[in-house]
């Protein structure tokens, strides 16, 4: 079990993004590891661009870390962009926006699209 730094929700961790921290000249930025074989301390994460927004918006990943100062998340938000564009192609669904200040979970969207 793990519990994911976005919405706190608590899974297996089957159902998680691991993202851990690499050095960038100076600076950190956050990969994901998908195949969970990265070294270091890992974060987890649901596969879901709402989940990212809001460990994002509560600084949860450099707390998660334990690096000091932000991170550069652009390498995590292309992998679950790329993962909701295939998700929806191989179930046949249109693309579909985000809603502002939507408050559906990432479960309620899985069961959406479970057959």
Do not use: Y
């Amino acid at each position: 079990m793990r519990t994911c730094v976005g919405c706190r929700g608590r899974v297996v961790s089957s159902e998680l993004l691991r993202v851990v921290a690499v050095a960038v000249g100076e600076s950190r930025a956050a990969v994901p590891d998908p195949q969970r074989r990265r070294p270091g301390r890992g974060a987890w994460v649901h596969p879901d661009p709402e989940c990212l927004r809001r460990a994002e918006r509560r600084r949860a990943f450099p707390r998660a870390l334990r690096v000091p100062g932000p991170l550069d998340m652009s390498a995590v938000e292309r992998h679950l962009g790329q993962n909701a564009r295939s998700i929806q192609t191989d179930v046949g669904l249109p693309p579909r926006p985000a809603a502002e200040g939507s408050r559906s979970t990432r479960h309620e969207a899985a069961v959406k699209l479970k057959p």
